[in-house]
Protein backbone atom coordinates (compact mmCIF):
# COMPACT_ATOMS: atom_id res chain seq x y z
CA UNK A 1 0.00 0.00 0.00
CA UNK A 2 1.02 3.55 -0.03
CA UNK A 3 3.64 4.88 2.26
CA UNK A 4 3.19 7.88 4.33
CA UNK A 5 3.10 11.13 2.43
CA UNK A 6 3.98 15.00 2.76
CA UNK A 7 3.10 18.20 1.89
CA UNK A 8 4.72 20.16 0.11
CA UNK A 9 8.08 19.19 -0.48
CA UNK A 10 9.80 22.68 -0.43
CA UNK A 11 8.77 25.54 1.73
CA UNK A 12 10.28 28.58 1.16
CA UNK A 13 8.64 31.83 3.17
CA UNK A 14 9.68 35.09 4.79
CA UNK A 15 10.35 35.42 8.37
CA UNK A 16 7.06 36.33 9.99
CA UNK A 17 4.82 34.46 8.04
CA UNK A 18 2.76 31.37 9.06
CA UNK A 19 3.40 28.14 7.17
CA UNK A 20 0.95 24.56 6.95
CA UNK A 21 2.92 21.63 6.46
CA UNK A 22 0.64 18.38 5.89
CA UNK A 23 1.07 14.80 6.50
CA UNK A 24 -0.88 12.03 5.10
CA UNK A 25 -0.39 8.81 7.34
CA UNK A 26 -0.01 5.45 6.45
CA UNK A 27 -3.87 3.98 5.37
CA UNK A 28 -4.96 1.98 9.51
CA UNK A 29 -1.91 3.97 11.52
CA UNK A 30 -3.33 5.12 14.50
CA UNK A 31 -0.17 6.61 15.42
CA UNK A 32 1.29 9.84 14.07
CA UNK A 33 4.69 11.79 14.90
CA UNK A 34 5.74 15.32 13.43
CA UNK A 35 10.12 15.42 14.03
CA UNK A 36 12.47 17.87 13.04
CA UNK A 37 15.93 17.43 11.43
CA UNK A 38 18.27 20.37 11.61
CA UNK A 39 21.63 21.22 10.55
CA UNK A 40 24.03 20.22 13.75
CA UNK A 41 20.83 19.01 16.00
CA UNK A 42 19.83 15.75 14.39
CA UNK A 43 16.34 14.18 14.74
CA UNK A 44 13.81 15.52 17.28
CA UNK A 45 10.89 14.82 17.92
CA UNK A 46 8.15 17.70 18.14
CA UNK A 47 4.81 15.92 19.00
CA UNK A 48 2.66 12.49 18.16
CA UNK A 49 -0.98 11.79 18.49
CA UNK A 50 -2.38 8.17 19.40
CA UNK A 51 -5.75 7.70 18.58
CA UNK A 52 -8.47 9.88 19.93
CA UNK A 53 -5.84 10.58 23.11
CA UNK A 54 -5.01 13.87 23.56
CA UNK A 55 -1.96 14.23 21.89
CA UNK A 56 2.09 14.90 23.31
CA UNK A 57 3.06 18.34 22.67
CA UNK A 58 6.35 17.71 24.82
CA UNK A 59 8.77 18.14 21.84
CA UNK A 60 7.17 21.37 20.59
CA UNK A 61 10.21 24.44 21.05
CA UNK A 62 7.86 26.87 21.36
CA UNK A 63 4.01 28.11 21.39
CA UNK A 64 4.40 29.24 17.87
CA UNK A 65 4.32 25.38 16.56
CA UNK A 66 0.83 23.64 16.76
CA UNK A 67 -0.89 20.86 15.20
CA UNK A 68 -4.17 19.17 14.21
CA UNK A 69 -4.72 15.95 13.44
CA UNK A 70 -8.28 15.30 11.34
CA UNK A 71 -10.71 12.12 11.99
CA UNK A 72 -7.81 10.21 13.10
CA UNK A 73 -5.63 10.31 9.54
CA UNK A 74 -4.17 13.58 8.40
CA UNK A 75 -2.29 15.94 10.30
CA UNK A 76 -1.45 19.76 9.74
CA UNK A 77 2.06 21.14 11.25
CA UNK A 78 1.44 24.78 12.17
CA UNK A 79 4.50 27.50 12.38
CA UNK A 80 3.16 30.74 13.35
CA UNK A 81 5.44 33.95 13.03
CA UNK A 82 8.31 31.96 11.22
CA UNK A 83 12.09 32.23 12.26
CA UNK A 84 14.87 31.77 10.63
CA UNK A 85 15.72 29.15 13.32
CA UNK A 86 12.51 27.27 12.27
CA UNK A 87 14.46 26.51 9.11
CA UNK A 88 14.76 22.39 9.22
CA UNK A 89 13.03 19.39 7.45
CA UNK A 90 10.28 18.20 8.52
CA UNK A 91 9.27 14.41 9.10
CA UNK A 92 6.18 12.98 9.60
CA UNK A 93 6.18 9.36 10.52
CA UNK A 94 3.33 6.63 11.21
CA UNK A 95 2.72 3.37 13.34
CA UNK A 96 -0.03 0.81 14.38
CA UNK A 97 -0.62 1.64 17.66
CA UNK A 98 -2.36 -0.54 20.25
CA UNK A 99 0.09 -3.63 20.05
CA UNK A 100 3.67 -4.61 20.31
CA UNK A 101 5.01 -4.51 17.00
CA UNK A 102 4.84 -0.61 16.30
CA UNK A 103 7.46 0.43 13.97
CA UNK A 104 7.37 3.56 12.80
CA UNK A 105 7.35 4.44 8.76
CA UNK A 106 8.45 8.21 7.30
CA UNK A 107 7.70 10.16 5.13
CA UNK A 108 9.86 12.01 2.37
CA UNK A 109 9.79 15.22 4.52
CA UNK A 110 9.00 18.65 3.76
CA UNK A 111 11.98 21.29 3.94
CA UNK A 112 11.57 24.46 5.56
CA UNK A 113 13.54 27.64 4.73
CA UNK A 114 12.84 30.83 6.14
CA UNK A 115 14.65 33.69 5.20
CA UNK B 1 15.91 11.12 29.23
CA UNK B 2 17.21 7.84 27.33
CA UNK B 3 20.77 8.24 25.63
CA UNK B 4 21.64 6.86 22.39
CA UNK B 5 24.67 7.02 21.28
CA UNK B 6 26.46 5.79 17.12
CA UNK B 7 29.59 5.00 16.21
CA UNK B 8 31.78 5.54 14.61
CA UNK B 9 30.72 8.94 13.63
CA UNK B 10 32.12 8.79 9.85
CA UNK B 11 33.37 5.60 8.18
CA UNK B 12 34.82 5.67 4.73
CA UNK B 13 35.09 2.37 2.66
CA UNK B 14 36.48 0.74 -0.64
CA UNK B 15 33.67 -0.73 -2.52
CA UNK B 16 33.46 -4.22 -1.37
CA UNK B 17 34.37 -4.08 2.30
CA UNK B 18 32.56 -5.03 5.31
CA UNK B 19 31.83 -3.19 8.12
CA UNK B 20 29.88 -2.62 11.63
CA UNK B 21 27.92 0.29 12.96
CA UNK B 22 27.40 0.11 16.75
CA UNK B 23 24.56 1.76 18.40
CA UNK B 24 24.68 1.96 22.60
CA UNK B 25 21.51 2.79 24.50
CA UNK B 26 21.47 4.05 28.08
CA UNK B 27 18.22 2.30 29.51
CA UNK B 28 15.96 -0.69 28.45
CA UNK B 29 13.82 0.15 25.33
CA UNK B 30 10.72 -1.82 23.78
CA UNK B 31 11.75 -0.71 19.92
CA UNK B 32 14.44 -0.15 18.12
CA UNK B 33 15.25 0.30 14.13
CA UNK B 34 17.83 0.75 12.04
CA UNK B 35 17.48 3.40 8.96
CA UNK B 36 19.38 4.27 6.11
CA UNK B 37 19.00 7.89 4.97
CA UNK B 38 19.52 8.64 1.36
CA UNK B 39 20.87 11.61 -0.44
CA UNK B 40 17.63 12.72 -0.25
CA UNK B 41 16.86 12.76 2.76
CA UNK B 42 14.42 9.93 2.30
CA UNK B 43 14.31 7.79 5.95
CA UNK B 44 14.51 4.01 4.31
CA UNK B 45 13.86 1.80 7.11
CA UNK B 46 16.30 -1.15 7.56
CA UNK B 47 15.63 -3.01 10.42
CA UNK B 48 12.47 -3.46 13.67
CA UNK B 49 14.73 -5.18 15.97
CA UNK B 50 14.55 -4.60 19.30
CA UNK B 51 16.19 -7.84 20.34
CA UNK B 52 17.70 -10.70 18.51
CA UNK B 53 19.12 -11.31 15.11
CA UNK B 54 17.88 -10.49 11.68
CA UNK B 55 18.90 -10.30 7.87
CA UNK B 56 17.99 -8.81 4.45
CA UNK B 57 20.47 -9.42 2.04
CA UNK B 58 23.68 -7.88 2.40
CA UNK B 59 22.87 -6.40 5.69
CA UNK B 60 21.99 -8.00 9.15
CA UNK B 61 21.72 -6.71 12.35
CA UNK B 62 21.99 -8.26 16.30
CA UNK B 63 20.24 -6.42 18.66
CA UNK B 64 21.24 -7.43 22.89
CA UNK B 65 19.05 -6.35 24.34
CA UNK B 66 20.73 -6.59 28.36
CA UNK B 67 23.98 -5.35 27.34
CA UNK B 68 21.96 -2.24 25.80
CA UNK B 69 23.66 -2.47 22.07
CA UNK B 70 22.89 -3.25 18.65
CA UNK B 71 25.01 -3.80 15.84
CA UNK B 72 24.46 -3.01 12.05
CA UNK B 73 26.28 -5.36 9.68
CA UNK B 74 26.91 -4.64 6.16
CA UNK B 75 28.77 -7.21 3.90
CA UNK B 76 30.24 -6.18 0.30
CA UNK B 77 29.28 -2.93 0.31
CA UNK B 78 28.38 -0.65 -3.08
CA UNK B 79 28.62 3.02 -3.17
CA UNK B 80 24.61 2.93 -2.83
CA UNK B 81 25.00 1.87 0.04
CA UNK B 82 26.55 5.41 0.92
CA UNK B 83 24.11 8.08 3.30
CA UNK B 84 23.94 8.12 6.86
CA UNK B 85 22.52 5.17 8.84
CA UNK B 86 20.59 6.23 12.02
CA UNK B 87 19.74 3.68 15.22
CA UNK B 88 16.81 4.93 17.05
CA UNK B 89 15.14 3.50 20.32
CA UNK B 90 11.76 3.40 21.96
CA UNK B 91 11.55 3.28 25.36
CA UNK B 92 7.83 2.73 25.98
CA UNK B 93 4.65 1.96 24.23
CA UNK B 94 4.24 3.75 21.41
CA UNK B 95 5.90 7.02 22.63
CA UNK B 96 8.56 8.77 20.28
CA UNK B 97 11.80 7.39 18.65
CA UNK B 98 15.16 8.86 20.23
CA UNK B 99 17.88 9.22 17.52
CA UNK B 100 21.09 8.34 17.37
CA UNK B 101 23.51 11.16 15.79
CA UNK B 102 24.27 8.70 12.64
CA UNK B 103 26.92 7.18 11.14
CA UNK B 104 28.14 8.85 7.68
CA UNK B 105 29.24 6.37 5.50
CA UNK B 106 30.55 6.52 1.72
CA UNK B 107 31.71 3.87 0.10
CA UNK B 108 34.30 4.57 -2.74
CA UNK B 109 34.07 2.62 -5.85
Known amino acids: GAGVSQSPSNKVTEKGKDVELRCDPI?????LYWYRQSLGQGLEFLIY????????KSGLPSDRFSAERTGGSVSTLTIQRTQQEDSAVYLC?????????????FGPGTRLTVL | GIQVEQSPPDLILQEGANSTLRCNFS?????LQWFHQNPWGQLINLFY???GTKQNGRLSATTVATERYSLLYISSSQTTDSGVYFC???????????FGKGTRLSVIA
Open chain 1, 93 to 105: ASSLAGSSYNEQF
Open chain 1, 27 to 31: SGHTA
Open chain 1, 49 to 56: FQGNSAPD
Open chain 2, 27 to 31: DSVNN
Open chain 2, 49 to 51: IPS
Open chain 2, 88 to 98: AVQYSGNTPLV
